[in-house]
């Protein structure tokens, strides 16, 4: 299983805790109905609190770099063995690359976060984006804009590592 998303950023930064996990695979499976895919908790303020799987993500719709997932972190612990599923994190820079297609106001913050904890470096974010891009299907001319303002945003969380992506846009 290859993490992506929010928990991803969250697992690597500690930052914007999110209640959907998004998940790739390396074999095909079939998955329990989404309502047997739901973890009920209690959080630290003692409210319930819920973590589900998110059944729409994948990588398709994504700008993914071929290699992703043999360059993925495997996650290693007694907490995470289970002796049919090797859980993997994607890397920093894959991750930064997962959020430019869509690219939405969350997206630009987890990009500014990574860039902040110096896990991800403007200049290899651009190199990735060049060779994933000749595996990606459509109008890339929308991906070069936001791959342009997310190299931006890297570059500029970097240099200002207490600052919000929102922050940062006002001072251009």
């Known amino acids: 299983m290859y993490l992506a998303g929010g928990m991803a950023v969250n697992f690597y930064t500690g930052y914007r805790p999110t209640v959907d996990i998004d998940a790739s695979f390396s074999h095909r499976l079939l998955l329990p109905k989404a309502e047997n895919l739901v973890v009920s908790y209690e959080g ?14 994948s990588t398709s719709f994504a700008l993914m ?4 997932e043999k360059d993925a972190y495997r996650v290693e612990g007694k907490e995470f063995q289970d002796p049919k599923i090797e859980l993997h994190i994607i890397a ?4 930064a690359l997962s959020k430019i297609a869509r690219f939405e106001e969350n997206d630009k913050e987890d990009i500014a976060a990574l860039a902040r904890h110096s896990l991800i470096d403007p200049t290899a974010l ?12 459509g109008d890339q001319s929308t991906l070069r804009m936001n791959l342009k303002e997310a190299v931006d945003i890297a570059r500029t969380a970097k240099m200002k590592p207490n600052e919000s992506v929102k922050t940062i846009r006002h001072e251009r």
Do not use: Q, T
């Open 44 to 57: 630290p303020d003692g409210k319930p609190k819920v973590v589900y799987f998110d059944m729409n993500y």
């Open 65 to 68: 770099h071929p290699d992703f």
């Open 92 to 95: 920093p820079v894959d991750l």
């Open 126 to 137: 651009e190199d990735r984006a060049a060779i994933a891009m000749d595996y990606y299907i």
